[in-house]
């Protein structure tokens, strides 16, 4: 299976088919270092977020890279917590001044509900809609190339595109062998949402599977690289996320081989240990 480099958005936006994912990497020299040597070594898609506190140290390594500032495609989420239009409007600019950027390549709001109130039967429906209604706007504007969505379900969805006719080009969800979330993807694909998968190795839990272990073993390459690989030729744009050179160069290195379909098939329905 032909894998491209680049995916093309519905708005004919080019996106890197492999983001860095910098969650749980703390701002100063942990971010700074990990987003400067992911960019020395091909990556070009850079993926961050207000709640991950880290976006001064991601801004700067950008910023120090020394690469043309349209040949990275920097991505960045609102706070769960903070909704509604005119806060998604005062929140963006903070987030482009802490990047040190004009603007941003991609620009998603970061889960349908506040991340602490889950579970307590609370929609945010018309929240959303008016957040939504401010990056339509920014988009429009010309601040934000592309804009989206993360960990929305079909029902957080389908109301945002009601609303206001605009679909989002992006939703972001933790998606990796084992947890290939069937229902959202099939939901997204016909209306050309392309899906990023954040977690790509399911924060580690992959490493113990032993499908993967052998499926590594036959293609002589890393858990990590076949992960990311199914990924890719299942039509997800993966996040690896990694603060150790060589596994931020290793996770990059999955161009020159192919996963055979059965086993493809095989990687779709390992079992994940909890």
């Known amino acids: 299976m032909n894998v491209e480099n680049n995916y093309i958005l519905k708005n004919g936006v080019s996106i890197p088919a492999i983001g860095f994912g910098t969650w749980q990497i703390p701002n100063g020299k942990e971010a700074y270092e990990s987003t400067l040597i992911a960019i020395k070594n091909g990556y070009r898609h850079i993926d961050t977020a207000a709640a991950y506190g880290n976006e001064e140290s991601v801004g ?21 917590e903070l909704k509604g239009y005119h806060t998604a409007k005062m929140e963006f600019a903070k987030t482009i001044e802490r990047l040190g950027v004009d603007y ?12 602490n109130v889950h579970s307590d039967g609370t ?12 990056f339509i706007e920014l988009h429009q504007e010309g601040k934000i190339r592309a804009i989206g969505v993360s960990n929305f379900r079909p029902e957080h969805l389908k109301p945002l595109i009601e ?7 992006v939703n972001q969800i933790f998606l990796c062998p084992g947890a290939t979330q069937k229902v959202t993807v099939d939901y997204s694909k016909p209306l050309g949402i392309l899906t990023e998968a954040y977690s790509p190795f399911a924060t580690g839990r992959l490493f113990k599977v032993e499908i993967m272990q052998q499926m590594a073993e ?22 690896p996320k990694s603060v ?3 596994r931020i160069m290793n996770n990059f290195q999955v161009w020159d081989f192919e996963i055979a379909e059965n086993d493809l098939e095989i990687i779709d329905n390992i079992q994940l240990p909890w």
């Not at 390549?105 to 506040?114: E, G, S, V």
């Not at 929609?123 to 401010?134: G, P, S």
């Not at 036959?218 to 996040?239: M, N």
């Open 104 to 115: 941003l390549d991609l620009y998603l709001i970061h889960a349908p509900k506040p991340w």
């Open 60 to 80: 700067q390594a950008i910023k120090d890279s020394k690469i043309k500032r349209d040949e990275i495609f920097i991505t960045s989420k609102l706070k769960a």
């Open 218 to 239: 036959k293609y002589q390459k890393s858990i990590a690289q076949i992960a990311v690989r199914w990924s890719l030729q299942r039509g997800f744009l993966p996040l």
């Open 123 to 134: 929609e945010y429906t018309e929240q959303n809609i008016e957040t939504w209604k401010a």
């Open 163 to 169: 609303a206001t006719g605009f679909v989002p080009h």
């Open 244 to 246: 150790t050179p060589e």
